[in-house]
């Protein structure tokens, strides 16, 4: 046997987990994640350690990484998400949830004292990010879409104006892909002449194309966020989950701390990190650029009106909301659920037309949903 290969017994375990790979990537409709992706060129990569150690601007002792192309992608959506020039700074992280994890560390570096408001819809890690952060924080009620509402919000805030305020609004909550309005949550803290406020944007899914919608959605800079994250395995698409943090500059540089053992500044919430992911959005940013992402978001949404289509033409009350890719609806069948890997939450589950999903997947689902009924 050749030592550098492993036994035929565990060839063949690899070959049936790659079948099953396959057959399940095929069929899944309910977790957004696009799978249209073909990095093969960067195959030569897997040969080397690379590892983005410490803060991705500033060059480190180890010097196997992609810095080069983590800077590129940072700026790339600092640009998209209308950060001021010279007043913003990133990473590429291992998700979304790392990425709010870190907006809302940078919150409370700069308040301490802050209170946390988020809604009901809000994803499960960010409860968990601010327990692990030691903050307290507020549960606003949701609109039936899934957005926060906004009387509650202000209510709240009314009640603990004495605290900081910070802020996560969602760009896209996990159930109903709902939008948070930052010009609104803005305006309440107008309203209540809170002077110390923080906004972060969790923008896990719909951040990465919010910026093409027409009208577009008040979620970046410009509008008056001081942080977001996107997840870069959802709209872009990657083999290995990661994603993108963009903050204001001047937040980060209160936390910078020089470490002389890797040669960098410590800004990060790992210290290795991986520099494959980098590698993989940045060749996607090439590859598409601001004309491909663009189009990539109008086909979602147009198989995502088709899906809606569909399914209320057999009689589902299916919605969305307006510019979402997630069609929403009553939880079908298990079997369904199981099949095409759909999440379940209070009774309505739904699909997600990312990239990679086409009509005839939809039909497939369609004919199962038709099956199952004509047999009750
Ligand atoms: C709204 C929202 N925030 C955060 C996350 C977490 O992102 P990730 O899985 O990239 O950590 C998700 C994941 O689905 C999400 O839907």
């Known amino acids: ?25 095929h069929s899944f409709l309910g977790y957004p994640v696009s799978k249209d992706f073909d990095y093969s060129p960067l195959q030569p990569f897997l040969q080397y350690p690379l590892n983005n150690l410490g803060d991705p601007f500033i060059s480190s002792t180890y010097a196997v990484g992609s810095r080069e ?28 949830s790392e990425g709010n994890l870190y907006g809302l560390y940078l ?35 949701s609109q039936p879409g899934g957005e926060i509402d906004y009387e509650d919000l202000e209510a709240a805030i009314r009640l603990n104006r004495h605290l900081p305020v910070i802020v996560l609004a969602n760009i896209g909550t ?31 899914l719909s951040g990465s194309y919010s910026a093409f919608i027409t009208p577009r959605p008040a979620f970046d800079f410009e509008d008056g966020i001081d942080s977001i994250a996107i997840s870069g395995h959802k709209f872009i698409g990657s083999p ?13 540089d209160r936390i910078a701390r020089s470490v002389a053992y890797i040669g960098t500044l410590d800004t990060t919430i790992t210290g ?8 993989f959005l940045w060749y996607a940013l090439k590859k598409m650029g601001i004309n491909g992402l663009r189009a990539r978001a109008e086909k979602s949404l147009e198989t995502a009106a088709y899906a809606e289509a569909r399914l209320n033409e057999i009689g589902i009350a299916a919605w969305r909301n307006t510019n979402a890719i997630t069609v929403v609806f009553p939880a079908p069948s298990a079997k369904i659920c199981q099949r095409f890997q759909l ?34």
Not at 179 to 196: E, F, G, P, S, T
Request: a negative charge.
């Open 174 to 204: 996990t159930m109903t892909e709902a939008r948070d309005d930052v010009y609104q949550i803005k305006n309440i803290l107008k309203k209540l002449a809170i002077r110390h406020h923080y906004i972060h944007a969790d923008g896990a």
């Open 343 to 376: 999440a379940v939450e209070n009774g309505i589950s739904h699909i997600i037309c990312m990239p990679g999903v086409e009509k005839q997947q939809i039909d497939e689902f369609i004919a199962a949903l038709t099956k199952e009924m004509v047999m009750v």
């Open 107 to 141: 919150a409370r570096e700069i308040y301490p004292k802050g209170m946390v408001y988020y809604s009901e819809s809000t994803h499960y890690s960010v409860q968990k990010n601010i327990h692990l952060l030691n903050l307290p924080g507020i549960i606003i009620k």
């Open 240 to 252: 290995i989950p990661c994603g993108v943090v963009i903050a204001k500059k001047s937040h980060r």
């Open 69 to 96: 192309m983590e800077k590129y992608v940072v700026k790339f959506f600092a640009e998209l998400f209308r950060a001021q020039t010279d007043d913003w700074w990133g990473y590429v992280t291992n998700g979304g």
């Open 1 to 25: 046997m050749n030592e550098n290969l492993i036994s035929a017994e565990d060839s063949a375990e690899m070959l049936a987990l790659l079948a099953n790979i396959e057959e399940r990537t």
């Open 272 to 279: 290795s990190r991986n520099g494959h992911s980098p590698l």
